[in-house]
């Protein structure tokens, strides 16, 4: 028993002395963390950093804009996406946020219900669907980081070398990166960098969308189904109401400050119900953002090793499964899981980009394609099939959330 123990000893000094080649590869990695860049303030940039501070890494992260203007509208969070802001460790600050969201109702343009679905449980680990503005969920993510974002900031140019991602900036600076995200939308600088000028693929819709207070009696999110248009009313977390719309408009018909508001309330004057009430509050054109749906001409996530692509840089799509968002936060998600089998010496940056990719392909193309293939234009007769339909079998994307709710990223 003494001889073992003198064995064992021995072992254990000779670990120290010349330790494995994992182990020393492990702590290498941890004294000498990977460099990495987050390009991108929005959302997937601010989700990004998030992962990368919780695994250990601080990442420079920068943003073109010169200062944070309020983010847009309201976003709705599928559950989906809550689950991935949760995973995040933002569970609480999204609970004291958030609206948390338990039945969809659709109706036709003329408030007669179409279907009611109660949405509970539809999530595998039974996250709820939630909303919030966007400017509440763009100060949770920012006043979650350890580290100011380098704002008026933007790359110029990308260069593989020995050493890693060299990148250049605006501002004249050059540094060098084991690994750059690009997180920058779908106008992404980092994309046209890598893959040059592409023509973005325009999806035949205007859209509007603004904040109003919410109509009394709205409790559930209100889908108004028309014949070539759709309007969205959306409760959020502060007693306001997020209001989408959209029409078929295969012209890209032109738009002004001074018709934007007419326009938008013309096409939806005749819708009834909450439709009504809320239309009464958008009385200057300055209330609404208004633009056409584009989206990317292909899923691209990036050179495959060093530059990595996410959210809307690396696939924008329409907003039919209300996924956009919910993507990019599952990409923040998978990344940092992927990152820290670098940090743990596990493999290489090159070789966790590919099993992000490995992992995300298949899921993201799926999402993107059912998104783009649900928009068309109904005749009065076809109107009337899909109002049976919804009666009989539900909404048809509340049946693709119980589809792909059920894995997890």
């Known amino acids: 028993m003494h001889l073992s123990r003198v064995k064992i000893m021995g072992i254990l000094l000779l670990a120290l002395i010349f330790p494995m080649k994992g182990t020393a590869s492990a702590m290498d990695n941890l004294e000498q963390k990977p460099r990495v860049l987050v390009v991108g303030g929005g959302i997937a940039g601010l989700c990004a950093a998030k ?20 983010e847009g509208a309201g976003i709705a969070l599928p559950a989906n996406a809550a689950w991935a802001l949760q995973q995040l460790g933002l569970e609480k600050e999204l609970d004291a946020s958030a609206l948390h969201i338990n039945a969809m109702d659709f109706m036709d343009d003329q408030n007669n219900n179409l279907a009611h679905e109660n949405i509970t449980s539809i999530h595998n680990a039974g996250t709820q669907f939630m909303a919030i503005d966007r400017a509440s969920l763009h100060e949770l993510l920012l006043g979650s980081l350890k580290t100011p974002i380098k704002m008026s900031t933007t790359v110029t140019k990308l260069t593989d070398t020995q050493t890693g991602v060299e990148v250049c900036f605006n501002n004249g600076e050059t540094k060098t990166y084991d690994l750059v995200i690009g997180a920058d939308g779908i106008h992404s600088q980092v994309r046209h960098l890598l893959k040059g000028e592409e023509t973005l693929d325009y999806k035949g819709l205007a859209l509007w969308r603004t904040i109003v207070k919410t109509p009394e009696g709205l409790v559930n999110p209100v889908y108004m189904l028309g014949l070539d248009r759709v309007l969205l009313l959306y409760p959020l977390n502060n007693e306001n109401t997020y209001v989408y719309g959209h029409v078929i408009d295969k012209d890209r018909l032109p738009e002004n400050a001074e018709t934007r508001l007419s326009r938008f309330k013309t096409l939806f004057q005749d819708f009834k119900g909450y439709a009504h009430t809320a239309l009464e509050q958008i009385t200057d054109p300055e209330q609404l953002i208004s633009g056409w749906l584009d989206s990317s001409p292909s899923l691209y996530w990036g050179n495959g090793s060093s530059v990595l692509l996410i959210g809307d840089a690396r696939a924008a799509f329409s907003p039919m499964l209300q996924q956009g968002g919910a993507q990019a936060m599952e990409d923040a998600y998978v990344l940092g899981e992927s990152l820290k089998l670098v940090l743990a010496g596990e493999c290489s940056i090159s070789e966790a980009v590919a099993q992000f990719i490995k992992r995300r392909n298949d899921r993201v193309q799926s999402i993107m394609t059912q998104s783009d293939s649900r928009i068309k234009a109904f005749t009065a007769e076809e109107a009337a099939a899909r109002a049976e339909y919804f009666k009989t079998h539900g909404a048809p994307n509340v049946a693709a959330f119980k589809v792909f709710m059920q894995e997890n990223p």
């Open 51 to 70: 992962a990368l501070e919780n695994i250990g890494l601080i990442p420079d992260t920068i943003e073109k804009r010169q200062d944070f203007a309020p």
